[in-house]
Every structure is written in C-alpha cells, then in structure tokens.
T-cell receptor, first 113, second 111 residues
Framework: DQQVKQNSPSLSVQEGRISILNCDYTNSMFDYFLWYKKYPAEGPTFLISISSIKDKNEDGRFTVFLNKSAKHLSLHIVPSQPGDSAVYFCAATRGGGYNDMRFGAGTRLTVKP | EADIYQTPRYLVIGTGKKITLECSQTMGHDKMYWYQQDPGMELHLIHYSYGVNSTEKGDLSSESTVSRIRTEHFPLTLESARPSHTSQYLC??????????FGDGTRLSIL
C-alpha cells in the first residue's frame, strides 16, 4: 500500500512566483519527513526535512510545512527559479531510521523563465 | 561531488545473464541501501545493510542478493536476469540520523 502520496505528477510555475508541492501520508507513526530533489540522470539529493514536533522548517527559499492532523506536508519554494526545475520526492519515516522510509512517486516541477 | 558511485550507469543485457551492480562510497558511512524505482513511481527499498556482514531485505520483495564485505562496497547481484528486472536501481548510504546520500543510479534493461 502506498503510505506516502504525491497526487500531482507535475506542476508548472513562472519564474519568481511561489511553487507549492504537496504530499499526504496515511501512517500516523511517521515522525520525520524529508524532501528530495532529483535532476535527470542523477540520484536524489536531500533538500529539507521536518520532525513531527515542528510544524514549519525553513532553509533559504525552501520552507516545509507539516499539518499532522491532516497528515499533510507541503514544500514552498519562493521565489522559484528555472534551476529548481526537477522532480521532487516526499519521504516519511519513523524513529529516525531509513530502513522503513516510504517515498512518494514524485512531482515534476517546471519553472518557466 | 559524487561521494557514492554506481556502475554501470546503463546496462542492456539478455535474459538469463548474471548481473552485478556496483556501489561504492567514500564517506565511511556504516549504512547502505538499494532502492528500485520504475518510471513515475516511488522508490522501493529492496536491501539494506547496517555494517560489514550485515544485510537485510527491504519492503519490496526482490530476487536480487547483496553482500557487505567492506564498509565502502555494497554490490547487488541478479543470478539470472529476467525482463521483469528491468528498472532503475539506486544505491544510498547514511550515517547516524543524517539524510541519505544517493548515487546516480543504474538503469537496467533486460531483453
């Protein structure tokens, strides 16, 4: 069963605007959430994470919001840049271990100049 | 700066062949992982290792096997490749609670 879902396969935004990528999860035991970014022909690279004890984590242009009651998290990119065009994967795990981490299917973000 | 290396990057091979996908990392990470990803789908963990001589199966059943004889090396082997093994295979490593570092993957096609 897919415990982490990214329901939007793709998203297109204009350069300088905000990009919002969404992720839903079903397992209430998840307590640590990550976003990875993947360029074509490269492996995923870690972008930002959030623990379930927080509802927001910010790193430069990237902010992740967590709504535990809705089992929903989102990644905001402000302002979006053409170099942000990539596939973004949401992932969730519990207890800090990666052997049971679950990934979403990814959202392809295109930022138009 | 690739600290985790996967070879080959692409492999097209016939059914029944024995295949070994290589993964090496230079970061001294104790934990290593193999994921399988089909196009447009999520990554699925197929094997992981918490250290030398330690290997475990992941949540996705796989006919592949792994070994961890050295900290830096975590090869994946398919004894007899089949078309159903066609996929992308991603290797990753981590230490402590730090996020995983991923290799660039091997795209495998079995004819």
């Amino acid at each position: 069963d897919q415990q982490v879902k990214q329901n939007s396969p793709s998203l297109s935004v204009q350069e300088g605007r905000i990009s919002i990528l969404n992720c839903d999860y079903t397992n209430s035991m998840f307590d640590y959430f990550l976003w990875y970014k993947k360029y074509p022909a490269e492996g995923p690279t870690f972008l930002i994470s959030i623990s379930s004890i927080k509802d927001k984590n910010e790193d430069g242009r990237f902010t992740v919001f967590l709504n535990k009651s809705a089992k929903h998290l989102s990644l905001h990119i402000v302002p979006s840049q053409p170099g942000d065009s990539a596939v973004y994967f949401c992932a969730a795990t519990r207890g800090g271990g990666y052997n049971d981490m679950r990934f979403g299917a990814g959202t392809r973000l295109t930022v138009k100049p | 700066e690739a600290d985790i290396y996967q070879t080959p990057r692409y492999l097209v091979i016939g059914t029944g062949k024995k295949i070994t996908l290589e993964c090496s990392q230079t970061m001294g990470h104790d934990k290593m992982y193999w994921y399988q990803q089909d196009p447009g789908m999520e990554l699925h963990l197929i094997h992981y290792s918490y250290g030398v001589n330690s290997t475990e199966k992941g949540d996705l059943s796989s006919e592949s096997t792994v070994s961890r004889i050295r900290t830096e090396h975590f090869p994946l082997t398919l004894e007899s490749a089949r078309p159903s093994h066609t996929s992308q295979y991603l290797c990753a490593s981590s230490v402590g609670n730090q996020p995983q570092h991923f290799g660039d993957g091997t795209r495998l096609s079995i004819l």
